[in-house]
Structures are given as structure tokens and as C-alpha cells.
């Protein structure tokens, strides 16, 4: 291995930039993401190998579904429309860890983008956002990778400018 400068540097652990690679080029594999069974009903969902240890999944999203609000603690991650359209809606905000129900959000801390095929996006620690297939008509999918593997989601509805703590899933919720 090179010289490290520190303990961290001196880990395989992926960086956002790692993460971010590999879902661009996993969902640029054409059979892989032909082989997701889609849904009409609800989100479909195939777990991958992620690079150095991330959790990765595949992930299929009729017309009109979407994630709610939440973030992902201390995990970094990625990901990549691989077929149609999402939409992210994000908070330039790092909300407090704990000890608390509700937020008021100030003005100006609402980020938006459109993924459209072949595009991604990373993010950081703490990272709170909502993933929507606006589209009427087509399915989406999309490759999605963490790090580390999420010990937990925190969830959250949104009215307005007030963001409340709705739920805390940890992995065995999910399963
Ligand atoms: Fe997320």
C-alpha cells in the first residue's frame, strides 16, 4: 500500500468517489438491469455486491413511487438511474443526531435534481433526502451503494417547512 497519514487512510474502505463509480458502471450493465423483475404495484429490489464491503441493491420503481424523506446516519453512498427518470429532492442541512421530534426547516435549504439515464450522484455522512419516479407512465431503475452497510434508517414526513421524526428502521426491519 502507499504511505498513509492516518488510520483512516490506511483502510480499503470505499470513498463516495468509489461508490459513485461503481454504480455508474453497474447500471450501464444492460443485462444486469434487464434481468430486475419489475412491478406495477410497488418497488422491486435485487441486493449486489457492493464494492469493499458497501451494500449495494438494484432497485425498481413503477410510475409515481418514491422513498419519503430519510437519511442514512453515518453512512456515504451513491447511486445511478440506470433506466428512466428520478428525481431527488435533498436538504443542504445537517439535522441534529437525536433529541428531537420536529424541525422547522429555514428557507433555502431545499436542493432538487433530476437523474435521467446514465447519470448519479454521491453524498456524504447524514445526507437527507426523498427519491420519487415522477413519471406517469415509465418505470425506473436505478443501482444504489453504502457505506458502511446502513445500520439504520431514520424516517421523516415533511409538511411544509416542518420536518418530523417519524420512524428509526434498523437492517432487521427490512428484512
Ligand atoms: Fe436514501
Redesign the pocket.
Known amino acids: 500500500m502507499s504511505q498513509s497519514v492516518s488510520p483512516a487512510a490506511a483502510t480499503d474502505a470505499p470513498t463516495a468517489a468509489h461508490l459513485l463509480d461503481f454504480v455508474r458502471r453497474t447500471a450501464a450493465d444492460t443485462a444486469l438491469v434487464a434481468s430486475l423483475p419489475l412491478d406495477p404495484e410497488g418497488r422491486t429490489w435485487v441486493r449486489l455486491d457492493g464494492p469493499g464491503g458497501s451494500e449495494a441493491w438494484l432497485i425498481g420503481w413503477p410510475p409515481g413511487t418514491g422513498?419519503g424523506w430519510?437519511?442514512?446516519a453515518e453512512s456515504i453512498?451513491a447511486?445511478a438511474t440506470a433506466r428512466g427518470a428520478l428525481k431527488e429532492n435533498s436538504l443542504a442541512v445537517r439535522l441534529p443526531s437525536g433529541g428531537w421530534r420536529a424541525l422547522e426547516l429555514h428557507d433555502g435549504v431545499d436542493r432538487e435534481r433530476l437523474l435521467r439515464t446514465g447519470q448519479g450522484r454521491a453524498?456524504g455522512r447524514h445526507?437527507v433526502?426523498?427519491?420519487l419516479n415522477e413519471s406517469v407512465t415509465e418505470h425506473a431503475v436505478s443501482v444504489?451503494a453504502?457505506y458502511p452497510p446502513l445500520p439504520l434508517?431514520r424516517r421523516f414526513s415533511r409538511t411544509g417547512p416542518v420536518l418530523r421524526l417519524e420512524q428509526v428502521e434498523r437492517p432487521e426491519d427490512w428484512q
Open positions: 422513498t430519510h437519511d442514512h453512498g447511486f453524498f445526507h433526502h426523498e427519491v444504489h453504502y434508517i
